[in-house]
């Protein structure tokens, strides 16, 4: 599983359907994660990843060290679903998604991703499984850490 994690001052999430765009999640302060689910990812995966975004010390303290977490600072998560994190760009010009998991198993695991960040203490808001989503962000610092569940 492969994690794109955005520490944000704020972040908003648009479906579009028929052309028109509704609002659907909105986060305060706290992180943005693009979530790409790969073939053969497991629950260990799921749970290794919803730990790390919980505890993931990327918040500075009083001291100004990044030393604190989204579950220290009371802040939320909002998890999109993005096959496109799951791309391999390192032959040619076009990414292959090859190793992304197919729906309906990804959208499962997307759901058990959401449940368990929320079962860690985290508010959670999500994107919408194969939605086009249009996703707003102030990315705080700016930081952004890559995360893999298979290193």
């Known amino acids: 599983m492969r994690c794109v994690v955005q520490r944000v001052t704020g972040a908003t999430l648009r479906v579009v359907e028929e052309g028109v765009e509704r609002s659907h999640a909105r986060i305060g302060p706290g992180l943005c994660v693009m979530v790409g689910i790969e073939r053969g990812d497991t629950e260990t995966d799921l749970a290794w990843a919803a730990s790390k975004i919980a505890h993931l010390r990327i918040f500075e303290d009083e001291q100004g060290?990044?030393?604190?977490?989204v579950l220290d600072t009371g802040g939320g998560?909002?998890?999109?679903?993005?096959f496109t994190v799951a791309g391999d760009a390192r032959k040619g010009r076009r990414p292959s998604f090859d190793n992304a998991m197919r729906p309906p198993e990804a959208s499962a695991m997307f759901d058990a991703l959401c449940a368990a960040v929320a079962g860690e203490g985290v508010p959670v808001q999500a994107g919408v499984f194969g939605a086009d989503m249009?996703?707003?962000?102030?990315?705080d610092g700016p930081i952004t850490i890559w995360l893999d569940s298979r290193g």
């Not at 998560?77 to 993005?82: C, E, F, T």
């Not at 249009?134 to 990315?139: A, C, G, M, T």
């Open 134 to 139: 249009r996703v707003e962000l102030v990315n």
């Open 77 to 82: 998560v909002l998890l999109v679903p993005n």
């Open 65 to 69: 060290k990044m030393n604190r977490s």
